[in-house]
């Protein structure tokens, strides 16, 4: 299975794409922010942000993923959205 993460390198991100690596069935992609590529050992790296999709998505689409694990997320500290 090949599965595409966001939010890698995040407090939740990180546990779930060292999980999935240790899984022999599992390839693992991830979008990395330009710079942060070289902490991601083992996996496939798409270099890109969010908000720039135009620029990674062929990559992506060419890699073929089965599923994609959404866990970017864009935080301040201190200025966190919680509930309205």
């Not at 299975?1 to 939740?12: H, K, P, Q, S």
């Not at 710079?35 to 060419?62: A, F, H």
Request: with cysteine; net charge positive; hydrophobic share 40%.
């Amino acid at each position: 299975m090949r599965l595409f993460i966001t939010g890698a390198n995040g407090f939740i991100g990180r546990h779930v794409r060292y999980h999935l690596q240790t899984r022999p069935d599992v390839q693992v992609a991830v979008l990395a922010s330009p710079g942060r590529e070289t902490v991601l050992n083992d996996c496939y790296v798409i270099s890109g942000r969010m908000e720039t999709l135009p620029e990674w998505k062929q990559t992506l689409l060419d890699w073929q993923p089965d599923a994609c694990i959404h866990l970017a997320w864009n935080a301040e500290p201190g200025k966190y959205q919680i509930g309205r």
